[in-house]
Structures are given as C-alpha cells and as structure tokens.
C-alpha cells in the first residue's frame, strides 16, 4: 500500500507551478471577460451572468455543439472498436510488429494542419486521388465544398484515418502484457474465441482502453485545426464544431465576452463528461 | 492465423494512401498537379524542395519547430518524473484531486486559451521565444507525462526502492541511478508523446510566435495564401514535417512493441 507522506508535495510542486501558471491566469482572464462588456480601448463594463444567458440560449451554440456531440460520438464508434479489431488480428511477436506499429504511428506524429491540408488535396474532386476515383472510377458524385454529407464523410473519415491507430497501440500493449499461460488455461477450458476475448482480453485491456477512450474524447472534443483546415466549418455551416464557432466569434467578430463565456461553458461540459466517463471506467478500481 | 493479418495489411494500405498521394504531389509541377489527374508523376521535379532548402524562411521554420519541441520534451519529462513518483507511491492531502485537476488541461480547448495565452507571454516578456511556446505546451504535456510515468512506476515493485534504502543510497542517487533507468521504456514513451503532440499542435505554437521562433506551420499557411495556391510546395513542406516524427518513431519502436506497459500492474 502506499504510505502517507506530506513532503510527496514538494515531488509534484514543480508541475503544479509550471501548470498553474499555464491553466490557472489564463483561465483568470477568460473569466475576466465572460462577465464584462468592452468597446475598446480597454474599457469594461460589468455584465454579470448576461453573456452566459444569452449563449445558453442561442440556437447557433446549440446547433454546434450539437454538431461537436455527433462528430465525437461517431469517431469513438467506430475508432474504438476498430482500434481492438485491428490489434487483435496483429500477430504478437516477430518482425513484423514493429513494423506495423511504427507504420500505423505515422499519422499521429503528422502536424494537425498539415493533416487538414492533405486531406484536402487528397479528395479534391477532380485532382485529388480519392476525389477522383469516386467521381470517376465508381461514379459517385462526390464534392465536399458543396455536399455537407460529403464533407461529413471526410472529417469523420480524416478522424479515422489520424487516431485509430492510439487505440491500437493502447490495446495492443495491454494485450501483449496478458501471460500465454492465461491462454492455454483457456484452451484447456475449451473457452470459445468470444469469452477468450470478454474473460480475458478485455479485462486486461481495461486500463489502457479508459485512457484510450479519455484521450480520444477530450481531444476529438477539442478538436480544431484539421476540420479547419479541411472544410472550413462548410458547406455553410454545417461542419462548424464547437472550436471553429468559437474562434469564429472571439477572433472573427472579436465579441470577447460573449466568446469568453461560451469557452467556460464549453469547458465545463468537456470537463462534466470526462469525469463521467473517468469515474464509470475506474470505478472497480476504487473498490 | 494469416486469415488474420489481412486486417492490419488493410488498415495500413487506407494509412498510406493520403500520405503517398502527399509525397506524389510534392515532386510534380504545380501545372501539372492544376491540369489534371496523374497517379505517378509525370514531369518528376525537385524544385520544391529545393525552394524550401535554400529560403531561410522556410528551413528556418524547421529548425524553430525543433527546437521548441525539443525544449519541451526535455521540461515535461524532467518535471513529470518527480511528481509521478510521488503520485505512485505516496499519499499525501488532496493528491486524487490533484491528479484529476492535471487531467483536466488536457481538456481545455487550446482555441479557448489563444488569446490569453498571447497576453500572458506578452506580460511576462518571452513573446516570439522558443521559450514561451516550449512553456505554454507544457499545458498538456506535462499532465500526460505524469499519468504515462505513474503508470509504468506502478509496475515497479515497492521492494525495489526498500532495498536500496536498507542498501544506504540516499533518495537522489536512488531514484536516479535506480529507479530511473528501471522505468527507461516508460521514460522513452512519455518523452515520445510529448514530442509528438507538441510537434503537430499548431495553434499556440502560431499565436506565441511572430518572426524569430515562427514554426513551419506558420510559414506553410503564410506561403499559402500569399503566393496564390502553390500546392506542390504545400506538399514538400508537408512532406518534410512527416520525417522528424518518422525518426522519432524509429528509436522508440522497441519501447511501443515491448513497452507501452501502461496498465501492466
């Protein structure tokens, strides 16, 4: 068990420092904002909880973040099980495993601009290679610039194609920590392929899922720079996440306070979620 | 088993593919990238390339990227090993909280902070410094890099730091000579994850930046919009950012094949 010790706190003391001073003045500030009105020249008027009524209110927040609920829902559907397939069907030794981990790593490691602008290249409909060969090899009338399905299919497919490969490198490495001898005992059992995978792997790959699944929704939640770049919130407005409207509003028409407090409510329901998700997932680890 | 293998051979092809399309683009002419659809190209040009290795403008870009990344690595890992330590192995007033709080600036949309973020470095008077941006990505990392090393210092038995203690070592020498390299792999993918998400974040990295620390991604979106739509340069620059990450990957593939023991306890 651990033991108690104050002094752990001089150990953690300095990333609280470093942190806080990233996190806790900037948050300062936002907050500073959310409750005053400016015209410029730096001079603020109180405003109260005005800017968050009126958000909470607007159909345009609710249009977005319902658009951000969607995009995050439909990537964790089919990146987390897609991620477990895939690392379930890789082989557990040999050469070719780093091989492929390193391969599938790639795209991760590709900056989140340079992802948008890819994509965008790639399915330009007439020059890009998967634009071309849907509109002229399968002859599928396909335009992202125009068609919000369209553009939906590539966001949720450059989504795909940019973070599956966290959740397998997750599950593969809580699969490769579970011992042969848990299989063979399976196999003595007669255990079919589905309870090998509910009994054994998927317990060991408990851990590694939960921060799988966190990071892929925080960071999903967030996400900014490749939609951006990609789609620019269009057709319309109907890849307009959460993040783009934000930045729509804060930098674009520069409403700092309507802005600000659309942030803390943005913040406060990532933060809600994740914590739901956190406590249901550790849970019988407390126990 | 080989029916097997066709899953991950699948799953890496669909990979490839946007990024050899990529690669493809950067060494074709701009007219031929406009006039139409080639597979391969046709008319195989460097002049991209050779653009972006003799503009200061462009390398430089690189070159800035790196090194604020490579600040970064160093000051996430460095502090995160002390703390992670103490959240492995000590309990002390309000550590779950502490460790949920650290979570939650991962949670922080960066679009919410860019503002403030550009103040802040401002005020203090690191603005356009590697510094600053090293410092503010630390935002994120820092909190992944203790919840990956309070992982792997899990799986280390308590034993281990009991003897050295009985052995005479006092704590520093311990948990640097011992305890450290016993968690190298751990070490290693920490290190490889705040590389890799402060070389692909863009956002901070762009509003803490004017002219001497301008990361490449600036200077891709500038050349972008200015020079009308030069795609096969967009695509050389695009494909040179891939390679550090490529490199990065390569010294760390044992460590994500064996290690990666993250929840092995």
Known sequence: ?287 | MQKRSIVPILYILFLMLPIYWLVAMSFKTTNEILSGFSLFPQTFTLDAYRTIFTDPTWYWGYINSILYVSINTVISVAVALPAAYAFSRYRFLGDKQLFFWLLTNRMAPAAVFALPFFQLYSAVGIFDTHLAVALAHCLFNIPLAVWILEGFMGGVPKELDETAYVDGYSFPRFFVTIFIPSIKAGVGVAAFFAFMFSWVELLLAKTLTAVAAKPIAATMTKTASSAGYELGLLAAAGTLTIIPGAIVIYFVRNYIAKGFAMGRV
Request: charged share 10%; with cysteine; proline share 5%.
């Open chain 1, 1 to 287: 068990m651990k033991t108690e010790n104050q002094k752990a706190w001089f150990f953690v003391l300095p990333v609280l420092l470093l942190v806080a001073f990233n996190a806790l003045i900037p948050m300062m500030t936002v907050v500073n904002y959310s409750v005053q009105e400016t015209f410029g020249d730096n001079v603020f008027f109180w405003q109260g909880l005005d800017w968050f009524e009126q958000i909470l209110r607007s159909e345009r927040f609710h249009a977005s973040l319902g658009r951000q609920f969607m995009f995050t829902f439909l990537i964790l559907i089919i990146e987390v099980p897609l991620g477990i397939a895939i690392a379930l069907s890789m082989p557990r030794s040999g050469f070719w495993v780093p091989v492929c981990l390193v391969l599938m790593a790639l795209p991760m490691l590709i900056p989140w601009n340079v992802v948008g602008a890819m994509w965008n290249i790639f399915a330009l409909p007439d020059i890009g290679l998967l634009g071309y060969f849907l509109n002229h090899v399968l002859g599928i009338h396909y335009d992202m610039t125009q068609d919000p399905i369209a553009a939906w299919v590539t966001i949720i497919t450059m989504d795909v194609w940019h973070w599956t490969s966290l959740v397998v490198l997750l599950s593969y490495a809580g699969l490769v920590s579970i011992p042969d001898a848990y299989y063979q005992a399976a196999k003595i059992d007669g255990a079919s392929n589905w309870s090998v995978f509910r009994f054994i792997q998927l317990p060991k790959m408990k851990t590694v899922l939960t921060i799988a699944i966190l990071l892929r929704f925080m960071d999903s939640f967030n996400i900014y720079t490749e939609p951006f770049v990609l789609t620019g919130g269009g057709p319309g407005n109907s890849t307009t996440l959460l993040s783009i409207d934000l930045v729509k509003i804060a930098l674009g028409q520069f409403d700092l306070g309507p802005a600000a407090a659309m942030s803390l409510i943005y913040f406060a329901i990532t933060l809600l979620v994740s914590w739901l998700f956190y406590t249901l997932m550790t849970k019988d680890d407390l126990n």
